[in-house]
């Protein structure tokens, strides 16, 4: 071999070898980039998730509350007892609350629906706010039935028939048996 073909080969070789370094390198770079850029970009997710106090204290605001459901008896009376304070806040006279019996099938497991029906007679507007503000019962699941019926000689004056439903803890087997 000549030295004209040594030098050739050892170009070649160095060539290789810079191609190589500059095909890693560069792949190297680009993951590197990313590790720098991956825990800010997290950050700023974060940030959009997570609003400030004032944020959160106008979401919780416009959210309903809800509590979760614990035995039969206790949740029958915490609900019978926030309808009522509602009822009255709205400044609805209202009948008796008479509960609608728990069906036997669970709505979710472990969970049944209890109904509690109510009515009076109110002003419209009344019978709006306790909608209104029903959102703001920590029991309540669903509002079932509703009837407004508007008095022929007062207008304003209606009789509002009102069924609304809470969860309850379905009982157990060893419930049952004791």
């Not at 070649?12 to 370094?21: D, K, S």
């Not at 979760?68 to 009948?95: T, V």
């Amino acid at each position: 071999m000549s030295q004209r073909d040594q030098r050739a080969i050892k170009l070649g070789l160095i060539a290789v070898g810079a191609i190589i370094v500059i095909f890693f390198g560069l792949q190297w770079l680009r993951h590197w980039k990313l590790v720098r850029t991956g825990p800010e970009a997290r950050r700023q997710d974060l940030a959009m998730i997570n609003p400030d106090p004032a944020q959160k204290e106008g979401l919780l605001k416009i959210l309903p509350v809800f509590e979760m459901p614990i035995d039969e008896e206790d949740q029958k009376i915490l609900f019978r007892n926030k309808l009522n304070e509602q009822l009255k806040k709205a400044g609805i006279n209202s009948k008796p609350l008479e509960f609608v019996p728990a069906s036997k099938k669970p709505v979710a497991p472990g969970y049944r629906l209890i109904g509690l029906k109510c009515g009076g007679k109110c002003q419209f507007n009344q019978a709006l706010d306790l909608l209104s503000n029903l959102k703001a019962n920590p029991y309540l699941v669903a509002i079932e039935e509703m009837s407004l019926k508007c008095d022929e000689n007062k207008r304003q004056e209606v009789e509002l028939e009102l069924t609304v439903s809470t969860l309850t803890k379905a009982p157990t087997r060893g419930d049952r048996e004791s």
